[in-house]
């Protein structure tokens, strides 16, 4: 590991870690109230409803001290479980095979127990036939099936609350377009969160409620087999009036809304937290802290992300004196050798990116030719897998029928090109935007005119980008691999058309910036002085 790879995660990475966790646990206080007061909500009886509200303080203070335990392990476990690159998800397959990663069940299955222990303690705060899993019955030991109900419940919304977020990319940190307090943006997005939980939780529990009347009762057997405990009527479902106990499902629903709500909290927290603003220096030495070094990391690890994204901050914020580093020479030397070096760089993954989408865009010529459809007389001929047609048969083939399920698993996603292309892209818009911010402000900050040096072929490259990109965007629409379709992870795609947005905005900002002298700009090619000549107008 390199020394700011290591700086980073002594002095940004552990801290904010710390930070999201503690956040999520003085969250969880004010949660497991409001957990409470809805398990024992009674109209019939307000006043002992709010007596028992108001006199549960110190069993609330409890049931907090005991969740928070289990959610502090939990959270500081699947802290290292967190990318900041975008899965390339281009089909079905892809996601299954994340799923069934064996990390990922294995956390799964974390969360599981976990949700079952933070179930089980706050079903014994509410009390009443939810208070004890293990009960005495006529001097035996009996299962409580009513809490078991609810807790094997919580423990399956735990485990596919992890294995959904495993399978879908939700590992992956999503840095915001605008950078924000995290307090703000919580009060922002709870509404979403708490409307994704009790969708979770609405699913799962339409699911749960007939599979356990169903064969429910396995676990109910087992558990009696492996802890010797005994039947009892009135704490068993042994009659079809089990199936019509509105207060138990209510607290199972509740219940599960709460574990997802939690386990989405400190999600989020986490993001929120890992993706703020870090400040590197700005030197020429590559030391522990320098940004240098960790811009040219050679893997996508969060240092080198949150390098680019302090690069975008200080070229973009007015007054940072880090920026007049970038416009100074070396003493001694009289060399511009952090200009060089941060322009190296970002060029250098932009040009990277040009490439990938030319070599995409060839294959995408190449197969629409190979696919075009052949012309008879006025008649079109679309020939279609597994369609025959021949006019004795309209069904499908039996290939198709036979090869269904591999097919269904690796048939393409409409955005599998932005899955390819622009699944790394949020260091790329960046890069655009650290260049054009430090272009534009190099005519007035500039004394030395290093940036001139290189200026033509910045130009060049962002609009060699903006065009690879357009040809892009028209070619997948022709072969017709684009799609609006609401299944389809459009991340990657977001951040194709972010980037795009961003070039464009950038040369408009440069062609305001220099139009006096747009003509004057050293290697400027004749294409690109014309396009910039149009930004300009």
Not at 7 to 33: A, D
Not at 322 to 341: D, E, M, T, Y
Not at 349 to 363: G, M
Not at 413 to 442: G, M, N
Request: glycine share 6%.
């Amino acid at each position: 590991m390199e020394p700011v790879q290591i700086y980073t995660q002594q002095k940004i990475v552990r801290p904010r870690v710390m930070v999201s966790v503690g956040l999520t646990i003085m969250g969880l206080l004010p949660l497991i109230w409001v957990y409470r007061v809805l398990g024992t909500l009674n109209f019939l009886h307000p006043i002992t409803f709010l007596s028992g509200i108001f006199g549960g303080i110190f069993t609330t203070f409890c049931s907090w001290i005991l969740v928070a335990l289990v959610m502090f392990s939990v959270l500081v476990l699947r802290a290292n479980r967190y990318k900041v690159v975008n899965e390339k998800m281009c089909c079905r397959a892809d996601n299954l095979s994340l799923a069934l990663n064996l990390k990922a069940i294995s956390v799964a299955l974390v969360h599981c127990l976990s949700s079952f222990l933070v179930a089980s303690v706050l079903m014994w705060s509410i009390g009443g036939r939810y208070e004890d899993l293990i009960i005495n019955c006529d001097s035996q030991r009996c299962l409580n099936e009513h809490k078991w109900f609810g807790v094997q419940f919580a423990a399956l919304v735990g485990f596919l609350w992890s294995w959904n977020l495993s399978a879908f990319g939700g590992e992956c940190l999503t840095f915001p377009s605008t950078e924000a307090p995290v307090v703000k943006r919580l009060k922002e997005e709870i509404p979403d969160i708490l409307k994704s939980s009790t969708k979770l939780t609405r699913r799962v529990f339409l699911f749960y409620c007939p599979a356990y009347f169903v064969v429910g009762q396995c676990s109910v057997w087992v558990l009696k087999k492996l802890f010797f405990l005994h039947s009892s009527e009135a704490n068993e479902f042994s009659s079809w009036w089990s199936i019509v106990d509105v207060r138990l499902f209510y607290q199972t629903y509740i219940l599960g809304v709460f574990v997802t709500l939690s386990w989405s909290l400190g999600h989020f927290l986490f993001q929120a937290c890992m993706t703020k603003h870090a400040s590197y220096e700005m030197v020429d030495a590559k030391g522990e802290g320098s940004i240098m070094a960790a811009l040219e990391l050679k893997e996508d690890s969060l240092a080198k992300i949150l390098a680019f994204k302090d690069l975008h901050q200080l070229s973009a914020r007015s007054g940072d004196v880090r920026r007049q580093k970038i416009f100074s020479l070396s003493n001694p030397g009289g060399h511009p050798k952090v200009w060089k070096a941060v322009s190296a760089v970002t060029m250098s993954q932009l040009q990277e990116l040009l490439n990938r989408i030319e070599t995409s865009n060839k294959e995408l010529v190449e197969s629409y030719k190979s696919i075009m459809p052949r012309q008879a007389g006025s008649k079109i001929e679309t020939l279609k897998p597994g369609y025959n047609s021949s006019p004795k048969s309209s069904q499908p083939s039996q290939a198709t029928k036979k090869w269904y399920y591999p097919t269904f698993l690796y048939q393409q996603y409409p955005e599998k090109l932005s899955a390819k292309l622009f699944y790394d892209s949020q260091k790329h818009i960046w890069c655009v935007c650290a260049l054009s911010d430090l272009i534009t402000r190099s005519l007035t900050e500039d004394k030395y005119g290093i940036v001139q040096q290189n200026l033509g072929e910045i130009i060049n490259l962002l609009i060699s980008l903006t065009r690879t990109i357009e040809c892009l965007f028209r070619v997948s629409t022709v072969t017709g691999k684009r799609s609006t379709e609401p299944y389809v992870n459009r991340s990657s795609h977001s951040l194709g058309i972010e980037l795009y947005s961003q070039l464009k905005s950038s040369l408009h900002s440069i062609a305001a910036t220099f139009q006096p002298h747009i003509s004057e700009i050293c290697g400027l090619s004749s294409e690109s002085l014309k396009e910039l000549e149009s930004y300009a107008g």
